[in-house]
């Protein structure tokens, strides 16, 4: 009986196996930054050698699997990819991150690239996805 333990979480350590049964991702981090409540980087289950896998945590986490290749970490979420106990498997890739960046409409320049650009309320929003740039 082999289980292990499931990674940590933005907001909440990893969850411990119990016997053969492996532990679940620990949760993420919950944010209103965009305009709206997001859960990001939840921690990925981890995997055992006879019982359950453990999922991964909220906020993104890959799910723990036992005899195949694991789940990855969402994407733009930064949660962690799930472990696996299976010979000639892998176990998953961290989910890719997100930058917010959010400013007064008044103390916004216009010089941005690579980014998507809302509003909120008096606030202009930046989000990157991937590579870009802001200039003040």
Do not use: E
């Not at 997001?38 to 906020?59: E, L, W």
């Amino acid at each position: 009986n082999f289980a292990g333990g499931g990674g940590g979480g933005a907001g909440k350590i990893g969850n411990n196996g119990s016997g053969s049964n492996s532990g679940s991702g620990g949760s993420g981090l919950s944010s209103s930054i965009t305009g709206s409540s997001v859960t990001r980087g939840g921690g990925g289950g981890s995997s055992s050698q006879t019982g359950s896998a453990g999922g991964g945590g909220s906020g993104g986490g890959g799910n723990g699997v036992n005899t195949s290749n694991a789940g990855s970490g969402s994407a733009n979420t930064g949660g962690g990819g799930g472990g696996t106990h299976a010979h000639n498997t892998s176990g998953g890739s961290g989910g890719s991150g997100i930058v917010v960046l959010r400013m007064a409409s008044s103390d916004y320049s216009g010089t941005q690239s690579g980014g998507s650009v809302s509003t909120s309320g008096s606030d202009t929003i930046i989000t990157y996805t991937g590579s870009g740039s802001y200039t003040t």
